[in-house]
T-cell receptor, first 114, second 111 residues
């Protein structure tokens, strides 16, 4: 079974731009969660989608948004990028919605904002 | 005080040692507890997923949860150099609303 895939793996943007990251879950998984990982703040939960609906949201500004498609693939968008948005963005998939699932993480997209 | 505190490390042990990794938390709403292992430049990998207080064993790994003390542990027996990684504890409430990770402990197992 193929794992969680994320594209692109690396991205460089400048302040003020926007970015869209993509996540393809494990086949059959309907829950996709997004996380931001930085050296200073560690791993932080952004939001979770299940069957195309956002179920949970972490404590991030509205510049961070996402969506999920009918095939469970998910995208995350960050608008008006700030230097502090430089991070590793991880997505994870699970068969059931949080908290009732074991999540499997993708390799992440490393975003650098200049 | 942070919601989840974790031994900061780094921790260096000789091969074959028993490793104890610990997290404490303050929010009694947390009901599900997880341990992840993260190798450099990789996404976290789920090691253990537990709900109730008590012990759960999987091979060389044992997860221990004490909800009354708000304390969780991960024990690694017969540690191997391949166990060298950052270990993250994580916990979530019953509604999936509050999902928090510990800051991680970097472990090095020396051959």
């Amino acid at each position: 079974k193929a794992g969680v895939t994320q594209t692109p793996r690396y991205l460089i943007k400048t302040r003020g731009q926007q970015v869209t990251l993509s996540c393809s879950p494990i086949s059959g998984h309907r829950s996709v969660s997004w996380y931001q990982q930085t050296p200073g703040q560690g791993l932080q939960f952004l939001f979770e989608y299940f069957s195309e609906t956002q179920r949970n949201k972490g404590n991030f500004p509205g510049r961070f948004s996402g969506r999920q498609f009918s095939n469970s693939r998910s995208e995350m968008n960050v608008s008006t990028l700030e230097l502090g948005d430089s991070a590793l963005y991880l997505c994870a998939s699970g068969g059931e919605p949080l908290p009732n699932n074991e999540q499997f993480f993708g390799p992440g997209t490393r975003l650098t904002v200049l | 005080q942070k919601e989840v505190e974790q031994d900061p490390g780094p921790l260096s042990v000789p091969e074959g040692a028993i490793v104890s990794l610990n997290c404490t938390y303050s929010n009694s709403a947390f009901q599900y507890f997880m341990w992840y292992r993260q190798y450099s430049r990789k996404g976290p990998e789920l090691l253990m997923y537990t709900y109730s207080s008590g012990n759960k064993e999987d091979g060389r790994f044992t997860a221990q949860v004490d909800k009354s003390s708000k304390y969780i542990s991960l024990f690694i027996r017969d540690s191997q150099p391949s166990d060298s990684a950052t270990y993250l504890c994580a916990m979530i409430d019953n509604y999936g609303q509050n999902f928090v990770f510990g800051p991680g402990t970097r472990l090095s197992v020396l051959p």
